[in-house]
C-alpha cells in the first residue's frame, strides 16, 4: 500500500506539476471568493434573487427586494466570465502540466494567467475604464491558447 | 502497451484515488441532473427561451410562449450555483487526491461534500426556509477551502 | 530529475490519454471561441452590457446600448449549454481514460462527443429547427453518461 501510495504521490513531486497545483488552486479559490462578494452585495443593495432569502421584513414586504441590481448583476458577470475562461485554464493547464514543458516556461504561463485574472476581476468590480479589463481577459485568453498548443504538439491523437 | 496501461491504470488502483473519482462522477452526474429538471419545468410551465423550441401552436403564437418562469430560473439558478462551486470541487479535490492524504479524511472531505450539495438542490428546489439552503452552501464551500488549504500545503510552488 | 519527468510523463505516453487530452483540448478551444463569438455579436448589435464597454459616443449616450440583444443572448446560452456540458464530460472524461477503457471504445466516445457539441453549436446559432439541437445535445448526454457507467464499475468506492 505503501509503495502503490508512492507511486499516486510522485506526480505531486513533479517541480512542473507542483506549479500548476499551486496556480491552479489559487485561480479556483480567487473564483470562488467571487461567491462571497456576491452575497455582500445582495445584501448590502437589498436586491435578493430568492424569495425567501430576505433576510427581514414579513413575506408580503418581501417581493420588493426581489429585483436585480446594477452592482450585483456586474459581480455575477465577473463570476460568470471567470468560469468561461478559468474552467478552460483548469483543464488544458492540466494536460499541459503533463505534456512535460520546460519548468520555466510553465511557471511563466502559470503566472500571467493567474495575475490577468486577478487583473480582470479588479477591473470588473472597480470598474476601471476600457481597455483595461479587455486586456487582462485577452491575456488569460492568449495564454490557454498557448498552453492548447503545446498539448496538442505533444499529444495529438484524432 | 500493456506495461504502459498498467502504468496509468495504477492511478485507479489506489484507493484515495478511488474515493475521489467515485465522488466526483457522483456528483457531476447530480449536476448534469438539472438539465433534466430545466427541460421538465419549461415544458410543464410552457416557458421556453428559444422560438424553435416551443413544441405547440404556429410560429405567430410561440412568442406568446418564449417568457421567463419564476420555477424555471430557480432550476437555472441552482444548475449554476452548482457549476459555481462543483467546479472548483472537481478541480481542487483532483489535486487533493493526488496529495496523498489519509483515506479516511479524503473520505470524510469527499462525503460531506456530496451531501451538502445533494441537499443544497432539494433546499433550492422544495424550497426549504433559510438558512437550510445557505448552511448546505457553506458546508461544500468549507470543504473546498481545507482540501485547498492540504494542496498548497503539500504542493506550493510560487 | 530526467526520470521523475519520465514519470510524468508516461502518462501523456498512453494512447488512449493521449486522444482523450486530443479531443477534450478541442472541445475546451470551441468553448472558448464562444466568448469571441458573444463579443462580435454585442459590437455589431451596439448591445452591451457594461457602460464602459460601449465603443462609441459620450457616457451620456452610451446609456441606450446598455441593452439585451436576441442574438447576443442566443450566444451566451449556447456558451452557458456548453459549460453546463462541457465541464462534466472534462471531469468524468478523464477519470474514464484513467480507468483503462479499450482504445477503440474510447475514441469513439470522445469523437461522437466532439461532434455532437460541434453540431450543438451550430444548431444553436443558426438556429436548425428542432431537434436538430436537442439530439446533438442527447447524444452528448448520452456518451457522457456512458463514460461515468464504466468509471463507476471499475472505481466505485462508497
Same mark, same amino acid.
Given at each position: 500500500r505503501i509503495a502503490e501510495m508512492a507511486k499516486v504521490t510522485q506526480l505531486i513531486d513533479n517541480e512542473v506539476f507542483r506549479a500548476y497545483v499551486t496556480y491552479a488552486t489559487i485561480i479556483l479559490l480567487k473564483m470562488m471568493l467571487m461567491s462571497c462578494i456576491t452575497a455582500y452585495y445582495r445584501i448590502r443593495r437589498k436586491a435578493f434573487a430568492n424569495p425567501e432569502d430576505v433576510p427581514f421584513g414579513k413575506s408580503e414586504n418581501a417581493k420588493k427586494f426581489l429585483r436585480t441590481d446594477t452592482d450585483v448583476e456586474r459581480v455575477r458577470r465577473s463570476h460568470l466570465n471567470d468560469l468561461e475562461n478559468i474552467v478552460p485554464f483548469f483543464g488544458i493547464g492540466l494536460l499541459y502540466a503533463l505534456s512535460g514543458p520546460e519548468l520555466s516556461t510553465a511557471l511563466l504561463h502559470f503566472r500571467i494567467f493567474a495575475g +490577468?485574472? /486577478?487583473?480582470?476581476? /479588479? +477591473?470588473?468590480? %472597480?470598474?476601471?475604464?476600457?481597455? &483595461?479589463?479587455?486586456?487582462?481577459? +485577452?491575456? &488569460?485568453?492568449?495564454? %490557454?491558447f498557448s498552453m492548447a498548443y503545446k498539448v496538442l504538439k505533444t499529444a495529438l491523437y484524432l
Open positions: +490577468a485574472r /486577478i487583473l480582470h476581476t /479588479i +477591473a470588473y468590480l %472597480t470598474p476601471l475604464p476600457q481597455p &483595461g479589463r479587455g486586456l487582462s481577459w +485577452a491575456v &488569460g485568453y492568449v495564454v %490557454t
